[in-house]
T-cell receptor, first 110, second 114 residues
Framework: EDQVTQSPEALRLQEGESSSLNCSYTVSGLRGLFWYRQDPGKGPEFLFTLYSAGEEKEKERLKATLTKKESFLHITAPKPEDSATYLC???????????FGKGTTLSVSS | GAGVSQSPSNKVTEKGKDVELRCDPISGHTALYWYRQSLGQGLEFLIYFQGNSAPDKSGLPSDRFSAERTGGSVSTLTIQRTQQEDSAVYLCARKPSAGTDTQYFGPGTRLTVL
């Protein structure tokens, strides 16, 4: 069964304290891996798509990396506005539905 | 924004009533997806529409759930005889073109079944 597991479930950081979120996956085949950010009461907001092991993508304080079994979302010098739930999802075949993990809720305090 | 509008934003209903949730992919799409997000659970796939193909209904949890897409655009998710376990946020997403795999989500409809 295709499965996505995110850890930790919750993460509390001080402003400026860098850390990483983990997304491990077990799938029959990987078309792509997606990261989304979700604020309370809103729909997920797209961050990154990764397609192959070794690929990296960056956006402001966020960097996503991919290996054959997992992906990391690195947060460098976070700010309070980075507080949100970060969702990881995989797609097995093009055009099909995404399989989501349960997310990591990040809280950054000043 | 994500180019997806959903209505209503909130819906409260009584157990046993039918509800209709609407998704309007205002910015165009080649595929449209419905997901459900329950408290403490990840997003769960329900159904998706792509082109003129038959919809993939493999994620619908029971035959009380159905969806249609009219005119190749607006979609309606219908839940008949609602149960308390149907309480969740229902999210719609669009895939803008054949050249991307990315799905862009609407704001969701929060359904509460009393």
């Amino acid at each position: 069964e295709d499965q996505v597991t995110q850890s930790p479930e919750a993460l509390r950081l001080q402003e400026g304290e860098s850390s990483s979120l983990n997304c491990s996956y077990t799938v029959s085949g990987l078309r792509g891996l997606f990261w989304y950010r979700q604020d309370p009461g809103k729909g997920p907001e797209f961050l990154f798509t990764l397609y192959s092991a070794g690929e990296e993508k960056e956006k402001e304080r966020l960097k996503a990396t991919l290996t054959k079994k997992e992906s990391f979302l690195h947060i460098t010098a976070p700010k309070p506005e980075d507080s949100a739930t970060y969702l990881c999802a995989v797609q097995v075949q093009a055009g099909t539905a995404l399989i989501f993990g349960k997310g990591t809720t990040l809280s950054v305090s000043s | 924004g994500a180019g997806v509008s959903q209505s209503p934003s909130n819906k409260v209903t009584e157990k046993g009533k039918d509800v209709e949730l609407r998704c309007d992919p205002i910015s165009g799409h080649t595929a449209l997806y419905w997901y459900r997000q329950s408290l403490g659970q990840g997003l769960e796939f329900l159904i998706y529409f792509q082109g003129n193909s038959a919809p993939d209904k493999s994620g619908l949890p029971s035959d009380r759930f159905s969806a249609e897409r009219t005119g190749g655009s607006v979609s309606t998710l219908t839940i008949q005889r609602t149960q308390q376990e149907d309480s969740a946020v229902y999210l719609c997403a669009r895939k803008p073109s054949a050249g991307t795999d990315t799905q862009y989500f609407g704001p969701g409809t929060r359904l509460t079944v009393l």
